[in-house]
C-alpha cells in the first residue's frame, strides 16, 4: 500500500465512530519529552479527531506513575548527557593523531583541528544546557498526568474482577482450581493447623 494511502486510511479509522483510540505508556513518556507547545497542539489534534473515543487505560497510567516515581525520563537523560560529556571532554586528544595529516584535500591540518575543538565545545555547551531540564521535566510530567487522569476510562469491568480477586487467589492457595504457570515459583503459605504449621499452595510444585 502506498504510503499515502495508507495515511489516508489511518485518517479515516481515526475519525470513524467505532475507533476506540487507547493511549499507552510509551506515548505519555513520549509526550513527557516534548515541550508545551508541541504537546498542546498534539492534545488538541486527539481531542479534535478522536473526542471521547480517546481513553488511557488504568495499567497504562499506573505504569506511566512508575516510571515517574523511578524518574526513568531524568536517568535515560543523565546517562546520554554522561557519554556526551565524556567526548566532548576526552575525545580531541584520542581523535588528535587522526588529524595531523591534512584531510580533504586541505593544505595543512591547521582548520580541521580548529573546528575539531569547536565542535567538541558546542557539544559540551549542549550538555550543560540539557542537564538544567529537570524543572521543565516536571512542569511536563504534570501535563501528562492531568492529560491521562481526563481521559481515564471512567467505566471498565476491571473493578469487578477486583471484587472477586481474594477469592480467587484463596482458591489457589488451598488447590481447589489449577495454579497458572507464573505461581511455579511462588512459596507455599504458611498456615497453622491444630498448633501445627502447614504449608499450602504444594501444587505450585
Known amino acids: 500500500m502506498h ?6 486510511e489511518g485518517a479515516d479509522l481515526l475519525q470513524a465512530p467505532r475507533t476506540l483510540v487507547y493511549v499507552d505508556t510509551s506515548f505519555l513518556m513520549w509526550m513527557t519529552r516534548i515541550g508545551t507547545k ?14 471521547a473515543r480517546l481513553a488511557v487505560p488504568a495499567w497504562s497510567a499506573h505504569e506511566y506513575y512508575r516510571h515517574l516515581k523511578d524518574r526513568t525520563i531524568l536517568e535515560e537523560l543523565a546517562t546520554h548527557l554522561t557519554g556526551m560529556r565524556n567526548i566532548a571532554e576526552h575525545s580531541f586528544d584520542f581523535l588528535y593523531p587522526f588529524l595531523d595529516e591534512p584531510l580533504g ?29 529537570s524543572e521543565q521535566f516536571h512542569a511536563n510530567a504534570r501535563e501528562v498526568t492531568m492529560f491521562a487522569n481526563a481521559h481515564a476510562l471512567r467505566e471498565s469491568e476491571l473493578f469487578d474482577y ?29 498456615v497453622e493447623v491444630e498448633g501445627e504449621m502447614a504449608e499450602e499452595g504444594r501444587n505450585r510444585e
Do not use: H
Request: net charge positive; with cysteine.
Open 3 to 8: 504510503a499515502n494511502d495508507l495515511a489516508a
Open 38 to 51: 508541541s504537546r498542546s497542539e498534539l492534545i488538541a489534534w486527539l481531542t479534535d479527531w478522536c473526542g
Open 105 to 133: 584535500g586541505a593544505s595543512d591540518n591547521t582548520r580541521q583541528l580548529v573546528r575539531t575543538r569547536e565542535v567538541l565545545s558546542s557539544l559540551g555547551g549542549l550538555t550543560e544546557m540539557l542537564s538544567g531540564c
Open 162 to 190: 477486583f471484587d472477586n480477586l481474594d477469592a480467587v487467589a484463596s482458591a489457589r492457595y488451598e488447590g481447589r482450581i489449577p495454579p497458572g504457570y507464573k505461581d511455579r515459583k511462588k512459596k507455599p503459605l504458611k
